[in-house]
């Protein structure tokens, strides 16, 4: 992973999420873990992943691109979240760019001990058919929401989806004024359209603007628009 880094100790244990019952103790005793700060890239369209990835704590954003060359929110993912998943079945590269929306803690087995250790594991196989059962639900899902929203409900559930508690309540870097290019890119949308949605959302009291961040003032009015929330 680009950005990670491996750490000797993590304070989140695999027992927390019952991965003990998943895997043999060859696969535990090979376990490595690791360390991400919000911002960090953790993977991007393209790359060759040799391990398997479960988020323990904190939270990432799933993104892509679409055929026209638009950003495309999918989900926002808090633990148990899996990367690698879909690759170490297939074979592939990865197909979607992660990002780290908070700090958090990862643990890491590689395809290789999953092929010899993990292979015949029928609690392993069990568990890794629900997840991407339940990651292609999810994600076709997601992606259906992004066509069929309008930008106001997708830019408030982004609003929700990237505090550091989910509830709107703490903003990163993210939304400092100077990156809603990006912002805009990721959404989908244009730049002139979100400025547009973020002052009309001015004017209903939902957000203000301080020293170069958006800030959220009517936290009740904001999950109105969000409808619930279409990221997570």
Known sequence: MKDMKEIDYCPVRIEEFGLERVFTDESINRMTYFKMNKGDTLCVKGDELDHMYFLLSGKIKIHTVSQEGKGLILRFKTPMAIIGDVEYIQGNSVFHTVEAVTDGYLMAISFQDLKVYEQHNTHFLNFLLEVISHKFYTESHASTLNMLYPVDVRLASYLLSISEDGKGSTFHEEMRTRNLQEFADVMGTSYRHLTRILLSFHQQGIIEKQRGSIKI????????????????
């Open 217 to 232: 003032k009517d936290l009740e009015k904001l999950r109105e628009k969000a409808k619930g929330n279409i990221y997570e």
